[in-house]
Protein backbone atom coordinates (compact mmCIF):
# COMPACT_ATOMS: atom_id res chain seq x y z
CA UNK A 1 0.00 0.00 0.00
CA UNK A 2 2.77 2.82 0.49
CA UNK A 3 4.25 1.70 -2.69
CA UNK A 4 1.06 2.36 -4.34
CA UNK A 5 0.67 5.71 -2.70
CA UNK A 6 4.33 7.02 -2.79
CA UNK A 7 3.60 5.73 -6.87
CA UNK A 8 0.69 7.94 -7.03
CA UNK A 9 2.36 11.16 -5.74
CA UNK A 10 4.48 11.15 -8.43
CA UNK A 11 2.06 11.00 -11.01
CA UNK A 12 0.44 13.49 -13.16
CA UNK A 13 -2.49 13.94 -15.23
CA UNK A 14 0.01 14.94 -17.89
CA UNK A 15 1.97 11.81 -17.56
CA UNK A 16 -1.35 9.48 -17.50
CA UNK A 17 -2.53 11.56 -20.75
CA UNK A 18 1.03 10.90 -22.58
CA UNK A 19 1.33 6.67 -21.28
CA UNK A 20 -2.63 6.58 -22.69
CA UNK A 21 -1.65 7.32 -25.89
CA UNK A 22 1.83 6.34 -26.42
CA UNK A 23 -0.03 2.77 -28.11
CA UNK A 24 -3.14 2.24 -29.14
CA UNK A 25 -4.64 -1.20 -27.49
CA UNK A 26 -7.66 -3.50 -27.91
CA UNK A 27 -9.48 -3.64 -24.17
CA UNK A 28 -11.88 -6.35 -23.71
CA UNK A 29 -14.51 -5.90 -20.75
CA UNK A 30 -16.23 -8.29 -18.98
CA UNK A 31 -18.64 -7.34 -16.22
CA UNK A 32 -21.28 -9.70 -14.22
CA UNK A 33 -25.34 -9.57 -15.27
CA UNK A 34 -26.39 -9.55 -11.29
CA UNK A 35 -28.00 -5.74 -11.70
CA UNK A 36 -26.80 -3.30 -13.57
CA UNK A 37 -24.24 -2.60 -10.55
CA UNK A 38 -21.02 -3.95 -11.96
CA UNK A 39 -21.59 -2.19 -15.98
CA UNK A 40 -22.15 0.92 -14.16
CA UNK A 41 -19.63 1.23 -11.84
CA UNK A 42 -17.11 -0.35 -15.12
CA UNK A 43 -18.35 2.95 -16.89
CA UNK A 44 -15.72 5.19 -15.77
CA UNK A 45 -13.11 3.12 -16.96
CA UNK A 46 -14.61 1.94 -20.15
CA UNK A 47 -14.99 5.98 -21.54
CA UNK A 48 -11.31 6.66 -19.59
CA UNK A 49 -9.76 4.09 -22.17
CA UNK A 50 -12.11 4.97 -25.07
CA UNK A 51 -12.25 8.60 -24.73
CA UNK A 52 -7.84 7.90 -25.25
CA UNK A 53 -7.99 6.21 -28.45
CA UNK A 54 -8.37 2.46 -27.28
CA UNK A 55 -10.33 0.12 -28.97
CA UNK A 56 -13.32 -1.47 -25.90
CA UNK A 57 -15.37 -3.83 -26.52
CA UNK A 58 -17.96 -5.19 -23.67
CA UNK A 59 -18.19 -8.83 -23.52
CA UNK A 60 -21.87 -8.95 -21.38
CA UNK A 61 -25.50 -10.31 -21.67
CA UNK A 62 -27.42 -8.50 -23.68
CA UNK A 63 -29.47 -6.42 -21.25
CA UNK A 64 -25.51 -4.82 -20.14
CA UNK A 65 -25.19 -4.46 -23.33
CA UNK A 66 -28.42 -2.47 -23.81
CA UNK A 67 -27.82 -0.35 -21.41
CA UNK A 68 -24.12 0.17 -22.28
CA UNK A 69 -25.35 1.35 -26.20
CA UNK A 70 -28.10 3.90 -24.44
CA UNK A 71 -25.51 5.62 -22.15
CA UNK A 72 -22.19 5.12 -24.88
CA UNK A 73 -23.85 4.27 -28.22
CA UNK A 74 -20.07 4.26 -29.94
CA UNK A 75 -18.95 1.28 -27.86
CA UNK A 76 -18.41 -2.07 -29.34
CA UNK A 77 -20.41 -5.02 -27.43
CA UNK A 78 -20.14 -8.54 -28.09
CA UNK A 79 -22.53 -11.32 -26.06
CA UNK A 80 -21.33 -13.21 -23.78
CA UNK A 81 -23.75 -15.51 -21.22
CA UNK A 82 -23.10 -15.36 -18.14
CA UNK A 83 -24.59 -17.53 -14.80
CA UNK A 84 -28.08 -16.81 -14.09
CA UNK A 85 -29.39 -16.65 -10.42
CA UNK A 86 -32.76 -16.94 -9.25
CA UNK A 87 -33.49 -15.27 -5.98
CA UNK A 88 -36.29 -16.06 -3.68
CA UNK A 89 -39.38 -13.50 -2.43
CA UNK A 90 -38.79 -14.79 1.34
CA UNK A 91 -36.34 -14.75 4.25
CA UNK A 92 -34.52 -17.80 2.60
CA UNK A 93 -33.09 -16.25 0.16
CA UNK A 94 -29.11 -17.60 0.23
CA UNK A 95 -30.23 -21.24 1.12
CA UNK A 96 -31.94 -20.61 -2.75
CA UNK A 97 -28.54 -19.25 -3.44
CA UNK A 98 -26.65 -22.07 -2.09
CA UNK A 99 -28.75 -24.95 -3.43
CA UNK A 100 -27.98 -23.43 -6.71
CA UNK A 101 -23.53 -23.35 -6.22
CA UNK A 102 -22.66 -26.81 -8.04
CA UNK A 103 -23.96 -25.04 -11.32
CA UNK A 104 -22.67 -21.47 -10.17
CA UNK A 105 -18.86 -23.27 -10.00
CA UNK A 106 -19.21 -24.65 -13.60
CA UNK A 107 -18.94 -21.30 -15.06
CA UNK A 108 -15.33 -20.26 -14.50
CA UNK A 109 -14.54 -23.08 -16.92
CA UNK A 110 -17.48 -21.52 -19.09
CA UNK A 111 -16.08 -18.12 -19.00
CA UNK A 112 -12.80 -19.51 -19.69
CA UNK A 113 -13.59 -21.10 -23.02
CA UNK A 114 -15.54 -18.04 -24.34
CA UNK A 115 -12.54 -16.03 -23.81
CA UNK A 116 -10.50 -18.50 -25.61
CA UNK A 117 -12.73 -17.61 -28.59
CA UNK A 118 -13.24 -13.94 -27.81
CA UNK A 119 -9.35 -13.45 -27.29
CA UNK A 120 -8.72 -15.53 -31.24
CA UNK A 121 -11.72 -13.07 -32.83
CA UNK A 122 -10.10 -9.49 -31.27
CA UNK A 123 -6.82 -10.09 -30.11
CA UNK A 124 -7.36 -8.01 -26.95
CA UNK A 125 -4.20 -7.04 -24.98
CA UNK A 126 -5.65 -6.17 -22.02
CA UNK A 127 -9.19 -8.30 -20.22
CA UNK A 128 -10.53 -6.36 -17.25
CA UNK A 129 -13.13 -8.90 -15.56
CA UNK A 130 -15.46 -7.21 -13.04
CA UNK A 131 -16.30 -10.58 -11.13
CA UNK A 132 -16.09 -12.94 -13.87
CA UNK A 133 -13.52 -15.53 -12.31
CA UNK A 134 -12.77 -17.44 -15.60
CA UNK A 135 -12.89 -13.71 -17.77
CA UNK A 136 -9.01 -14.29 -17.85
CA UNK A 137 -6.20 -15.60 -20.56
CA UNK A 138 -2.70 -16.63 -20.04
CA UNK A 139 -1.44 -14.66 -22.66
CA UNK A 140 -3.33 -11.89 -22.41
CA UNK A 141 -2.53 -9.30 -19.27
CA UNK A 142 -6.01 -10.11 -17.03
CA UNK A 143 -7.25 -7.81 -14.47
CA UNK A 144 -10.04 -8.64 -12.11
CA UNK A 145 -12.43 -6.13 -10.19
CA UNK A 146 -13.99 -6.79 -7.10
CA UNK A 147 -14.25 -5.17 -3.89
CA UNK A 148 -15.69 -9.05 -2.61
CA UNK A 149 -12.36 -10.25 -0.66
CA UNK A 150 -14.73 -11.19 2.24
CA UNK A 151 -17.88 -13.11 1.31
CA UNK A 152 -20.33 -12.29 4.14
CA UNK A 153 -22.37 -15.27 4.78
CA UNK A 154 -25.66 -15.75 7.46
CA UNK A 155 -24.81 -15.88 10.50
CA UNK A 156 -25.12 -19.84 11.32
CA UNK A 157 -22.13 -19.73 8.61
CA UNK A 158 -20.10 -17.10 9.60
CA UNK A 159 -17.08 -19.76 10.48
CA UNK A 160 -17.17 -20.36 6.74
CA UNK A 161 -16.01 -16.62 5.70
CA UNK A 162 -11.99 -17.40 6.59
CA UNK A 163 -12.32 -20.54 4.56
CA UNK A 164 -14.38 -19.03 1.19
CA UNK A 165 -11.66 -15.91 1.30
CA UNK A 166 -8.76 -18.13 1.11
CA UNK A 167 -10.48 -19.70 -1.70
CA UNK A 168 -11.46 -16.28 -3.26
CA UNK A 169 -7.40 -15.26 -2.67
CA UNK A 170 -6.44 -18.40 -4.67
CA UNK A 171 -8.90 -17.10 -7.42
CA UNK A 172 -7.69 -13.92 -8.05
CA UNK A 173 -3.77 -14.89 -7.65
CA UNK A 174 -4.74 -16.26 -11.60
CA UNK A 175 -4.96 -12.51 -12.66
CA UNK A 176 -1.94 -10.64 -13.13
CA UNK A 177 -4.22 -7.73 -11.19
CA UNK A 178 -6.64 -7.70 -8.86
CA UNK A 179 -8.55 -3.58 -8.64
CA UNK A 180 -10.46 -3.05 -5.21
CA UNK A 181 -12.87 0.10 -5.68
CA UNK A 182 -12.11 1.16 -1.89
CA UNK A 183 -10.27 3.35 -0.17
CA UNK A 184 -7.96 2.32 2.88
CA UNK A 185 -9.09 0.75 5.52
CA UNK A 186 -9.64 3.81 7.72
CA UNK A 187 -11.79 5.55 5.06
CA UNK A 188 -13.15 2.21 3.90
CA UNK A 189 -16.55 2.40 1.78
CA UNK A 190 -16.96 -1.13 1.57
CA UNK A 191 -15.39 -2.05 5.50
CA UNK A 192 -14.94 -5.48 6.37
CA UNK A 193 -15.62 -6.72 2.54
CA UNK A 194 -12.10 -5.65 1.58
CA UNK A 195 -9.94 -4.90 4.99
CA UNK A 196 -11.18 -8.00 7.03
CA UNK A 197 -8.38 -10.13 5.74
CA UNK A 198 -5.15 -9.00 3.99
CA UNK A 199 -5.54 -8.20 0.56
CA UNK A 200 -3.93 -10.22 -1.97
CA UNK A 201 -0.63 -9.52 -2.99
CA UNK A 202 -1.86 -8.42 -6.45
CA UNK A 203 -4.33 -6.13 -5.26
CA UNK A 204 -4.33 -2.88 -5.60
CA UNK A 205 -7.12 -0.27 -4.30
CA UNK A 206 -8.35 2.09 -6.64
CA UNK A 207 -11.08 3.70 -4.81
CA UNK A 208 -14.60 4.49 -5.38
CA UNK A 209 -15.63 3.67 -8.99
CA UNK A 210 -19.08 5.28 -10.06
CA UNK A 211 -20.92 6.20 -13.43
CA UNK A 212 -21.22 9.57 -11.75
CA UNK A 213 -17.38 10.79 -11.82
CA UNK A 214 -16.83 13.89 -13.65
CA UNK A 215 -20.57 14.89 -13.22
CA UNK A 216 -21.37 18.06 -13.96
CA UNK A 217 -20.84 20.62 -10.64
CA UNK A 218 -23.94 22.46 -11.85
CA UNK A 219 -26.09 19.30 -10.57
CA UNK A 220 -24.96 20.97 -7.32
CA UNK A 221 -27.33 23.63 -7.58
CA UNK A 222 -30.32 21.86 -8.11
CA UNK A 223 -33.10 22.47 -5.53
CA UNK A 224 -34.75 19.50 -3.93
CA UNK A 225 -38.60 20.72 -4.43
CA UNK A 226 -39.78 17.02 -4.98
CA UNK A 227 -40.46 14.52 -1.99
CA UNK A 228 -39.67 10.61 -2.71
CA UNK A 229 -37.00 9.22 -4.87
CA UNK A 230 -37.09 4.96 -5.01
CA UNK A 231 -34.15 3.69 -7.11
CA UNK A 232 -34.88 -0.52 -7.49
CA UNK A 233 -32.51 -2.26 -8.54
CA UNK A 234 -31.25 -6.06 -8.44
CA UNK A 235 -32.40 -9.19 -9.38
CA UNK A 236 -35.92 -10.28 -9.42
CA UNK A 237 -38.42 -10.98 -7.70
CA UNK A 238 -37.30 -8.91 -5.15
CA UNK A 239 -36.88 -6.09 -7.42
CA UNK A 240 -40.76 -6.47 -8.17
CA UNK A 241 -41.46 -6.79 -4.52
CA UNK A 242 -39.60 -3.49 -3.82
CA UNK A 243 -41.20 -1.72 -6.84
CA UNK A 244 -44.80 -2.84 -5.39
CA UNK A 245 -44.51 -2.05 -1.90
CA UNK A 246 -42.89 1.44 -2.39
CA UNK A 247 -45.78 2.13 -4.83
CA UNK A 248 -48.59 1.52 -2.84
CA UNK A 249 -46.64 3.17 0.31
CA UNK A 250 -46.08 6.56 -1.51
CA UNK A 251 -49.39 6.49 -2.98
CA UNK A 252 -50.80 7.60 0.65
CA UNK A 253 -47.89 10.13 1.40
CA UNK A 254 -48.35 13.86 -0.12
CA UNK A 255 -45.86 15.15 -2.87
CA UNK A 256 -44.48 14.34 -6.01
CA UNK A 257 -42.62 10.54 -6.17
CA UNK A 258 -40.59 9.16 -8.47
CA UNK A 259 -39.44 5.46 -8.84
CA UNK A 260 -36.68 4.63 -11.05
CA UNK A 261 -37.53 0.73 -12.06
CA UNK A 262 -34.01 -0.28 -13.20
CA UNK A 263 -35.40 -1.51 -16.12
CA UNK A 264 -33.73 -1.48 -19.60
CA UNK A 265 -35.45 0.07 -23.06
CA UNK A 266 -36.27 -3.24 -23.80
CA UNK A 267 -38.37 -3.42 -20.64
CA UNK A 268 -40.06 0.12 -21.17
CA UNK A 269 -43.43 0.55 -19.84
CA UNK A 270 -45.99 3.60 -19.51
CA UNK A 271 -47.16 4.43 -16.17
CA UNK A 272 -50.50 4.82 -15.92
CA UNK A 273 -51.55 4.67 -12.49
CA UNK A 274 -52.00 6.94 -10.01
CA UNK A 275 -49.12 7.60 -7.38
CA UNK A 276 -45.62 7.54 -8.01
CA UNK A 277 -44.17 8.60 -11.54
CA UNK A 278 -42.03 5.54 -12.35
CA UNK A 279 -39.23 5.86 -14.82
CA UNK A 280 -37.37 3.24 -16.52
CA UNK A 281 -33.59 3.60 -17.67
CA UNK A 282 -32.50 7.03 -17.41
CA UNK A 283 -29.21 8.20 -18.82
CA UNK A 284 -26.67 9.47 -16.22
CA UNK A 285 -26.54 13.07 -16.27
CA UNK A 286 -30.65 12.69 -15.93
CA UNK A 287 -30.59 10.36 -13.04
CA UNK A 288 -28.04 12.56 -11.05
CA UNK A 289 -30.30 15.67 -11.94
CA UNK A 290 -32.85 13.47 -10.46
CA UNK A 291 -31.14 12.19 -7.45
CA UNK A 292 -30.87 15.88 -6.72
CA UNK A 293 -33.98 17.22 -7.14
CA UNK A 294 -35.54 14.44 -4.47
CA UNK A 295 -35.50 15.61 -1.20
CA UNK A 296 -35.30 11.49 -0.07
CA UNK A 297 -33.47 9.07 -1.90
CA UNK A 298 -34.60 5.36 -0.80
CA UNK A 299 -32.21 2.65 -2.63
CA UNK A 300 -30.48 -0.91 -1.87
CA UNK A 301 -27.62 -0.88 0.21
CA UNK A 302 -25.59 -2.40 -2.83
CA UNK A 303 -21.92 -1.77 -2.84
CA UNK A 304 -22.61 0.46 -6.06
CA UNK A 305 -25.14 2.51 -5.03
CA UNK A 306 -22.90 3.06 -1.91
CA UNK A 307 -19.86 4.87 -4.31
CA UNK A 308 -22.43 6.72 -6.43
CA UNK A 309 -24.18 8.57 -3.45
CA UNK A 310 -20.24 9.01 -2.25
CA UNK A 311 -19.77 10.74 -5.80
CA UNK A 312 -22.51 12.66 -5.82
CA UNK A 313 -22.75 13.82 -1.67
CA UNK A 314 -26.01 12.53 -0.65
CA UNK A 315 -27.27 10.68 2.37
CA UNK A 316 -30.11 8.42 1.41
CA UNK A 317 -32.23 5.40 3.28
CA UNK A 318 -31.13 2.23 2.58
CA UNK A 319 -32.90 -0.40 2.56
CA UNK A 320 -31.07 -4.38 2.81
CA UNK A 321 -32.30 -6.97 0.13
CA UNK A 322 -33.72 -9.86 2.47
CA UNK A 323 -31.51 -12.59 2.28
CA UNK A 324 -28.59 -11.03 1.27
CA UNK A 325 -25.92 -10.97 3.64
CA UNK A 326 -23.56 -8.43 2.10
CA UNK A 327 -26.45 -5.92 1.62
CA UNK A 328 -27.43 -6.13 5.27
CA UNK A 329 -23.67 -5.67 6.34
CA UNK A 330 -23.25 -2.79 4.12
CA UNK A 331 -26.45 -1.56 5.40
CA UNK A 332 -25.34 -1.44 9.09
CA UNK A 333 -22.28 -0.44 7.97
CA UNK A 334 -23.37 2.59 6.64
CA UNK A 335 -26.13 3.35 9.27
CA UNK A 336 -26.36 6.52 10.92
CA UNK A 337 -22.94 7.40 9.50
CA UNK A 338 -23.41 8.48 5.85
CA UNK A 339 -27.07 6.88 5.73
CA UNK A 340 -30.12 5.65 7.39
CA UNK A 341 -30.77 1.76 7.31
CA UNK A 342 -34.62 0.99 7.40
CA UNK A 343 -35.66 -3.22 6.96
CA UNK A 344 -38.16 -3.77 4.47
CA UNK A 345 -40.70 -4.54 6.54
CA UNK A 346 -40.65 -1.52 7.62
CA UNK A 347 -41.58 0.73 4.76
CA UNK A 348 -45.48 0.31 5.17
CA UNK A 349 -44.71 2.21 9.29
CA UNK A 350 -42.28 4.35 7.41
CA UNK A 351 -43.25 8.03 7.63
CA UNK A 352 -41.40 9.49 4.93
CA UNK A 353 -42.36 13.23 5.60
CA UNK A 354 -40.23 13.12 8.85
CA UNK A 355 -37.63 10.80 8.02
CA UNK A 356 -34.56 11.91 7.49
CA UNK A 357 -30.69 10.51 6.35
CA UNK A 358 -28.01 12.09 8.54
CA UNK A 359 -27.08 15.40 8.04
CA UNK A 360 -23.13 15.20 6.27
CA UNK A 361 -21.74 12.50 4.01
CA UNK A 362 -18.39 11.55 5.24
CA UNK A 363 -15.63 13.91 3.77
CA UNK A 364 -12.92 12.85 0.90
CA UNK A 365 -9.69 12.00 2.03
CA UNK A 366 -7.14 14.96 1.18
CA UNK A 367 -5.74 12.99 -1.30
CA UNK A 368 -7.85 10.19 -2.27
CA UNK A 369 -6.90 7.18 -3.93
CA UNK A 370 -8.25 7.28 -7.68
CA UNK A 371 -8.65 4.99 -10.29
CA UNK A 372 -6.44 7.11 -13.10
CA UNK A 373 -3.63 7.03 -11.02
CA UNK A 374 -4.06 3.06 -10.39
CA UNK A 375 -4.35 2.65 -14.26
CA UNK A 376 -1.33 4.58 -14.57
CA UNK A 377 0.58 1.56 -12.36
CA UNK A 378 -0.83 -0.67 -14.52
CA UNK A 379 0.50 0.75 -17.34
CA UNK A 380 3.93 1.36 -16.30
CA UNK A 381 3.82 -2.67 -14.38
CA UNK A 382 2.30 -4.07 -18.10
CA UNK A 383 4.85 -2.46 -20.26
CA UNK A 384 7.96 -3.28 -17.73
CA UNK A 385 6.44 -7.22 -18.69
CA UNK A 386 6.22 -6.76 -22.15
CA UNK A 387 2.55 -8.08 -21.74
CA UNK A 388 1.17 -5.07 -24.07
Not at 84 to 93: D, F, L, M, N, R
Not at 122 to 135: F, T
Not at 290 to 305: D, P, V
Request: hydrophobic fraction near 35%; aromatic fraction near 8%; charged fraction near 25%.
Amino acid sequence: MEKLIDLQKRLSPHQLKKMLHEEKKTVLFCPLDWGLGHIARDLPLIREFSRNGHRVIVAASEKLRQWLHAEEPGIETVFFEGPEVHYSGKQGAFLKVLLQLPGLLQWPAKEKKRIKELVSIYHPQLIISDNRYGARHQKVFSVLITHQLCIKLPKCLKWGEYPLYLLVKQSIKRFDQCWVPDFPKNNSLAGDLVHKYPLPSNALLTGPLSRFDGISADHNNIKSKKAVLGILSGPEPQRSLFENLLTQVLKKHPGQHTLLTGKTPSDMSSNETSGPVLLNHQPTSEMARLIREHRLIISRSGYSTIMDMYFLKKNILIVPTPGQPEQEYLATHHDQKNHKKILQSQIPETDFSKTTPPDAIRPMEKSPLNFRSVLNTYLQKAEKQKKI
